[in-house]
C-alpha cells in the first residue's frame, strides 16, 4: 500500500481512510485510477475523461457487473442490441458482465464519467451509529 501513496502523493490518508479529487489521482484525458489511489478493495472503481468526440472500444466482462455514473458533459451508451441512450450530466447507466458496451463523448467539451465494477452481491445495509464526536 506505502507504494500506491507513493504514485499519488496528492491523496491525503489515514487510518481506515483516503480523501483526493480527480485531478490527485491523474491529468489530461483516459483513465484515473480510483481503486488504486484511494485504496479501495471492495469493488473496482475508475473515472474516465474523454476528449470532445472520442469513442472506446466495445467490451464486455466476464463477472463484472459496471454502473457508469456521469459527471460531467453527455455521453452515448451503445449497448449489445443496438440501442443508444444518452446520459446526461448526473445520469447512470448499468451493464451485466456480458452485455457489450461502448461509450461515446456526445458532447462538445470534456466529457468525465465513474465507472464502478463489482461481483458477488449486494451486502446490505450494515450501517451503525458512531460513537459522540464521530469516533
Do not use: W
Request: glycine residues 18%; charged residues 25%.
Amino acid at each position: 500500500m506505502a507504494s500506491e501513496q507513493a504514485a499519488f502523493p496528492k491523496v491525503t490518508t489515514g487510518e481506515g481512510f483516503a480523501v483526493g479529487s480527480l485531478e490527485d489521482l491523474g491529468e489530461g484525458y483516459g483513465f484515473r485510477k480510483v481503486r488504486r489511489g484511494l485504496g479501495v478493495s471492495a469493488f473496482g472503481v475508475n473515472a474516465i475523461v474523454m476528449p470532445p468526440g472520442y469513442e472506446s472500444d466495445s467490451h464486455y466482462h466476464e463477472v463484472q457487473e459496471e454502473l457508469y455514473f456521469v459527471h460531467r458533459g453527455t455521453l452515448e451508451i451503445e449497448l449489445g442490441d443496438g440501442s443508444v441512450h444518452r446520459l446526461e450530466e448526473g445520469a447512470f447507466a448499468r451493464v451485466d458482465a456480458a452485455t457489450p458496451r461502448k461509450l461515446r463523448n456526445a458532447g462538445d467539451g470534456d466529457a468525465v464519467y465513474i465507472c464502478v465494477g463489482g461481483k458477488g452481491g449486494y451486502v446490505g445495509r450494515d450501517g451503525r451509529p458512531a460513537a459522540p464526536g464521530g469516533g
